[in-house]
């Protein structure tokens, strides 16, 4: 799958991965970041595709209520035909909303 660099317009196939200059605070999970191989710019993902990730959170009830709560009870039947198609509906939405853009560079 093919992107566009919004910083240079030019059709990328593989950002590069690079470790950040600065270094990273305790809550990150990785000291790289995305790299433009045409033009050098940093780049991400954009946080408002991000969101759709919350429509998987339901699945982390409704898993462990499987687990202690019959497969024949009212509660685990109803549950089960909304949270599943929130979830795929949340995953799918998520890799088809994603959108790279760059990085602002911190203002000092």
Known sequence: MKFT?????????DFVLRPKKESYKWYELSSTALFCPYCGAELEMERKSERWAL???PLF?????TL????????????KYLVWPLALLGMLMLYLKRRIVVVDPPSS
């Open 55 to 57: 429509l998987v959170l």
């Open 61 to 65: 009830v409704y898993l462990p209520l």
């Open 68 to 79: 202690v709560l019959p497969l024949d009870n009212p509660a685990v039947l109803a549950t």
């Open 5 to 13: 660099c919004p910083s240079c317009n030019d059709l990328v196939r």
